[in-house]
């Protein structure tokens, strides 16, 4: 049973990083850009696969639990702070309750989920920069 604290929402956005930063032992506190979006939205999408997730599409509508089909055919973007549904709808109020988030990691965590380090990310970005003429540095496609 899960106490008064643990079911507490809180931001999912910022449930998101502590799971990544908890599985991996990388943290992603002073980056961000494509890559990472694209990583945060990853690591939100196993998070809803196993727990709930709470959201409104505005400021008028009450927070409540997220339909799993519509997660299940919807994406996440922006650092998961917006759930697009299938069929257009966008939730940005994002929310998990305190408990999940410690339940998703350890879930994640013990199943064996590997997401990628952002030391990993950064070490292959920087291996695709190569010389260029006179000492300069062009960027490679990575």
């Known amino acids: 049973m899960l106490t008064q604290r643990e079911k507490e929402?809180?931001?999912f956005s910022s449930a998101v990083p502590r799971v990544y930063e908890?599985?991996?032992g990388s943290s992603l506190s002073l980056f961000g850009g494509l890559l990472i979006d694209a990583?945060?939205?990853e690591v939100a999408q196993a998070m809803a696969d196993l727990v709930t997730i709470y959201g409104a599409?505005?400021?008028q509508?009450?927070?409540k639990p997220l339909p799993w089909v519509e997660i299940k055919l919807g994406v996440f973007q922006r650092a998961a702070t917006v759930m697009r549904t299938g069929n257009g709808i966008e939730y940005r109020r994002l929310y998990i309750r305190r408990g999940d988030v410690r339940a998703a990691a350890t879930v994640?965590?013990?199943?064996?989920?590997r997401f990628a380090?952002?030391?990993e990310i950064l070490t292959a970005s920087e291996a695709s920069i190569g010389p260029a003429v006179g000492g300069e540095t062009e960027a490679g496609v990575v």
Request: charged fraction near 20%.
């Open 57 to 59: 599409p505005n400021d």
């Open 117 to 119: 380090r952002i030391d």
């Open 61 to 63: 509508v009450p927070v």
């Open 39 to 41: 990583l945060l939205n």
């Open 22 to 24: 908890e599985i991996t």
């Open 9 to 11: 929402l809180i931001p």
């Open 108 to 113: 994640l965590t013990k199943s064996g989920v």
